[in-house]
């Protein structure tokens, strides 16, 4: 029987496993977000949240990967974006062991917040653009911002994905430049995160994570985009909540 940070788990829960990764690959593919968050809370019902967190690091590498491959040619918008990706690693370096000195009911919350926070930027759907001079110090602060919230829960995506819809960034800049945050957050991330067990069930997840992908990608061409999207968002805000009242000890 595996032993993932310190909870025995045996053939039914590396199927739970599995399909946790399968979900998470659908979604992604459907929605061109949301490995860490669909995979993080619910593998938080099997695992301790920094495990969690550790098995998410290769299936967001890989899944952001193939989209930065994808988008390669917009790369160029890295000379814009360049204050972000120098302090979002440097911080991280630093933050990355918070995920493992906080107590599990502060865990559960930051998670649970983020998503929340998440969803209602989502459906909010515009955001104020950013003026010339602002540029620069706001993506360094968002790099700074998001390097010690992805250290503490894994999620790096806040508040940097605002301030790229906030620079109005092209979609392809914009997917670019997401994929490419997510691979160098989850890269420093998992240098303090996976360990010896962790890693060999992240890279068993890839499997699970990019069947999942596949089937995702092809709902996303049969399905309207509004639709998949508020069944997502409805399923992240109940996750939230979830994470929330367990936060709370409800």
């Known amino acids: ?60 590498i890989v899944s952001n990967l193939v989209q930065a491959v994808q988008t390669r040619r917009a790369a160029g918008v890295l000379k814009t974006l360049w204050p972000l990706f120098v302090v979002l690693p440097i911080t991280l370096l630093v933050s990355v062991r918070l995920i493992e000195s906080l107590a599990a009911a502060v865990l559960f919350l930051l998670i649970g917040g983020l998503i929340e926070l998440f969803v209602l930027l989502q459906l909010a759907g515009r955001v104020p653009p950013v003026p010339d001079r602002a540029r620069t110090p706001l993506l360094a602060l968002s790099g700074l911002v998001s390097g010690i919230l992805g250290g503490a829960t894994s999620f790096f995506a806040f508040p940097s994905l605002q301030v790229f819809l906030a620079l109005r960034l092209a979609p392809i800049e914009f997917v670019f430049a997401t994929s490419t945050m997510l691979v160098l957050g989850a890269g420093f991330a998992g240098l303090g995160l996976l360990r010896s067990a962790e890693l060999a069930v992240s890279m068993a997840s890839l499997v699970p994570l990019l069947v999942g992908l596949q089937i995702g990608q092809a709902l996303a061409r049969r399905l309207s985009t509004t639709a998949f999207r508020g069944i997502v968002l409805a399923l992240m805000a109940l996750m939230g909540a979830a994470m929330i009242g367990r936060g709370l000890g409800l």
């Open 1 to 60: 029987m595996l032993e993932l940070g310190g909870v025995p788990v045996g053939v039914e829960g590396a199927a739970a496993i599995a399909a946790i990764f399968l979900l998470a690959g659908l979604v992604k593919g459907a929605a061109a977000f949301g490995v860490p968050l669909v995979a993080v809370p619910l593998l938080a019902q099997i695992v301790p949240v920094p495990t969690a967190a550790a098995l998410s690091v290769l299936p967001i």
